[in-house]
């Protein structure tokens, strides 16, 4: 049986946000057992010209969200980028899972021709369905996943590889 676009895309969107959602459940142990201020891992970031840890939540719902929606055409949730607490974060990962999965297979009919075009400033490639997901959707996504694994890391949580990973399927 071939891999389905739909089977290269919800299961692993959801299951790298599920990751996050755990790794920032450690994170805000980490900070209620060693006394770190909340604030100071929200705001952290790997260098001075990266995003924050709350922005690669951010910015990993949005290549989730934004990629269902773009190769299926049904219209993904809006939010606003202002999630400032972990409880917020949680709420939108939880609102992001919830609308991916409840984009049925059935939408995905055709989304590897499906033409994908994206203006970001002077950057507006256009790409095939399958081309957008695997060369762009996907690697996108996980290096927001992995840069939030690092910046916790980094301020002393915790996590390792096998959190990364995260669970397997059977």
Known sequence: MSLSMYKVSVPVFVRGLRVMAEAL??????AAESGQPVDTLLS???????????????????TSK?????LTGIAAPKF???????????QR??????????VGEEYFADSE???????????????????YLLTFALP?????VV???????NQGVRIGKIDYLGPYAA
């Open 44 to 62: 952290a970031r790997l260098a001075d010209d990266m995003l924050p840890l709350t922005a690669q939540v951010q910015r990993a719902s949005d």
């Open 25 to 30: 459940r450690r994170a805000q142990a980490h």
């Open 66 to 70: 934004l990629s269902i929606e773009r």
């Open 140 to 144: 996108n996504f996980f290096f927001h």
């Open 93 to 102: 990962i939880a609102d992001t899972i919830g609308y991916i999965e409840g």
């Open 113 to 131: 021709t499906r033409e994908v075009a994206l203006s970001f400033g002077s950057f507006k490639p256009t790409f095939t369905g399958e081309s």
């Open 147 to 153: 840069t939030l694994h690092d910046i916790l890391r």
């Open 80 to 90: 606003p980028d202002n999630e400032a607490s972990f409880e917020q974060l949680q």
